[in-house]
């Protein structure tokens, strides 16, 4: 199993720009969870899905941040516009009921 | 508002010393509560978990301690080497609905 698969690893762009963030969950896995780790605050949830449907998006920063999950096998999360501070480590995890949460290997993104 | 406090922030031992880093919790519904180790470049693995009808569970050196009545629950990692050197997160969920982690403690073992 190749286990949770993001892309890309690094993403710097410049504060303005859209950024989109990509996530490939388990196969199988019917849970799949956006977080964002930054020094200050910790490991934030944005949003997470249950069989492809967003179940609790209150953690969405703002209107700027937008998540979808057009199938099981794939996931996006969308910035735009991107803001210095939104610079961070998203990851992407999933699970199955019940079993324990796989992470990626997150993204790392800087907004200058 | 965070719903798992953990300390401390950061940790030096030695080789062979026994690391402790504790969590607390307030919401009494949470029913679930895992430890990650982090590693840099890497995400979240998960490293052992608990469920509050048992006090303690122990996986090789790693070994959990749950106190239901105060909501308190820690990790103490026996002989601890320099490959633990890491950050670990605690965690806390509700059935199959979101984690909630702690802040991180980094965890330095000197050679």
């Known amino acids: 199993d190749a286990g949770v698969i993001q892309s890309p690893r690094h993403e710097v762009t410049e504060m303005g720009q859209e950024v989109t963030l990509r996530c490939k969950p388990i196969?199988?896995?019917?849970?799949l969870f956006w977080y964002r780790q930054t020094m200050m605050r910790g490991l934030e949830l944005l949003i997470y899905?249950?069989?492809?449907?967003?179940?609790?998006d209150s953690g969405m920063p703002e209107d700027r941040f937008s998540a979808k999950m057009p199938n099981a096998s794939f996931s996006t999360l969308k910035i735009q516009p991107s803001e210095p501070r939104d610079s961070a480590v998203y990851f992407c995890?999933?699970?199955?009921?019940?079993?324990?949460?796989?992470f990626g290997n997150g993204t790392r993104l800087t907004v200058t | 508002q965070q719903q798992v406090k953990q300390s401390p922030q950061s940790l030096i031992v030695q080789k062979g010393g026994i690391p402790i880093i504790n969590c607390a919790y307030e919401n009494t519904a949470f029913d679930y509560f895992p430890w990650y180790q982090q590693f840099p470049g890497k995400g979240p693995a998960l490293l052992i978990a608990i469920r509050p009808d048992v006090s303690e569970k122990k996986e090789g050196r790693f070994t959990i301690s749950f106190n239901k009545s105060a909501k308190q629950f820690s990790l103490h990692i026996m002989d601890s080497q320099p490959g633990d050197s890491a950050t670990y997160f605690c965690?806390?969920?509700?059935?199959?609905?979101?984690?909630?982690f702690g802040t991180g403690t980094r965890l330095t073992v000197i050679p």
């Open positions: 965690a806390a969920s509700t059935g199959a609905n979101n984690l909630f």
């Open positions: 196969s199988g896995h019917d849970y």
């Open positions: 995890a999933s699970r199955i009921h019940n079993s324990p949460l796989h």
């Open positions: 899905f249950n069989n492809n449907v967003p179940i609790d």
